[in-house]
């Protein structure tokens, strides 16, 4: 297999760079067999994620994500096609193997499945006792791993004398207790309140960028996604409708599981609210607090806008503002507002729900 992905000019003008891939997915479709035929989760997915980025797959419930990432580690067999891991298949190997392949990924659950009759400490030296690794040396690597994820002094607390992010953070600590190239994240945030959910996601990426770890990131928020991916696949109905830089994929979607959950975070605004006339939704690089854009478009069209939702992100260390707004009837008049935004490099695309 070529481990190599060409990546061909970047952005910045740099030449060809070959980056080598971690896991590659190829062909990979799953059917469960059903009382009469059986249900196709996953389409013939096509995917390679590189070694060292932080890769998101987002979808809304039922899309297939759990299905795909547990494929990844081969938790469940595909029906069709072969996992790759870091240039070795997997899907060719016997259990005996693939059980030692197993430790190379590490995996964390949105409910953390910790053993609630251990400590900390004895959570995260678990995986290492039944790899065979010595007591002292198991506690010694489980301690220093505790430490990183913060919890150096609570090494102590059982599971139930924890908040839900300190659970968290042992569960990623035992997940890392084996050393693994590739950590999977199911929905590891989705039962944390916003600003635990912030620190998880900063000490991910902080792992990520100090021990030089995959990560894979499974979710049905695009937050989460625009937090601390590189890049992210746009699963829908088993198939991946979209894929690419995170920051590229929210200035623009192409495809319409891509907009919805851009442009509202997964919901169907279209069922609830029914089509809309004459909406766009602008990008403005720098956030929608820096220059009044919008503003001055009013003024010197003598026209106004209605403004129906706005918010600020940062992707990749760059602040981004996305707003829908709705333009007047009278077609000149709102190709001249659009003709004012697009002269000062704003995004603009028709949307027709809000
Ligand atoms: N073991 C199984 N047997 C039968 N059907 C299954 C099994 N696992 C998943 N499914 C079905 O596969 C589909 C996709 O499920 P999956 O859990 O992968 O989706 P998801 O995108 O992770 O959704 P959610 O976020 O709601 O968990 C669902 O219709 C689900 O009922």
């Known amino acids: 297999m070529d481990i190599f992905l060409k990546l061909g000019k970047r952005k910045g003008g740099k030449d060809m760079e070959k980056k080598e891939i971690m896991i590659h997915l190829e062909g990979i479709s799953k059917s469960f067999p059903q009382k009469r035929g059986s249900l196709e989760v996953l389409k013939e997915i096509d995917l390679q994620i590189e070694k060292g980025e932080v890769f998101g797959i987002i979808g809304m419930s039922g899309a297939g994500k759990s299905t795909l990432v547990r494929c990844i580690n081969l938790l469940e067999r595909p029906t069709k096609g072969r996992v790759y891991l870091d240039g070795a298949e997997l899907t060719c190997l016997p259990e005996k193997e693939l059980r030692q392949q197993r430790h190379s990924m590490g995996m964390i ?31 010694a690597r489980a301690e220093e791993l505790l430490d990183l994820v913060g919890l150096g002094e609570r090494l102590g607390a059982y599971p ?33 309140d916003p600003n635990t959910t912030a620190g998880v996601l900063r000490l991910l990426k902080d792992i ?12 049905h928020e695009m937050s989460v996604i625009q937090e601390i991916c590189n890049r992210v696949a746009i ?21 319409q599981p891509g907009r919805e959950l851009v442009y509202h975070e997964g919901a169907r605004r279209e069922a609830l609210e029914g ?16 220059d009044p854009i919008l503003g001055g478009m009013m ?10 939702s706005g918010n600020t992100r940062m992707l990749d260390g760059r602040v981004y503002g996305q707003m829908m707004i709705q333009l007047p009837e009278d077609k ?17 695309e028709e949307v027709h729900y809000v």
């Open 109 to 139: 659950f949105q409910q953390f499945h910790l053993l609630m009759q251990r400590t900390a400490l004895e959570n995260v030296c678990f995986p290492l006792e039944i790899s065979g690794v010595p007591k002292e040396m198991a506690r």
């Open 160 to 192: 139930s004398q924890l908040s839900g992010g300190q659970k968290q953070r042992v569960a990623i600590a035992r997940a890392l207790a084996t050393e693994p190239k590739v950590l999977l994240c199911d929905e590891a945030t989705s039962a944390l």
């Open 208 to 219: 990520n960028e100090r021990l030089g770890i995959t990560i894979v990131v499974i979710t």
């Open 235 to 255: 699963i829908d109905d088993g198939q991946i409708a979209e894929m690419g830089g995170v920051e590229e994929i929210f200035r623009a979607p192409k495809t």
């Open 275 to 290: 089509p809309m006339e004459n909406c766009y939704r602008v990008v403005f690089r720098g956030g929608i607090s820096g």
């Open 299 to 308: 003024v010197e069209c003598n026209a106004v806008a209605n403004i129906l």
């Open 332 to 348: 000149e008049m709102r190709e001249k507002m659009l003709a004012y935004l697009r002269e000062r490099e704003v995004e603009v």
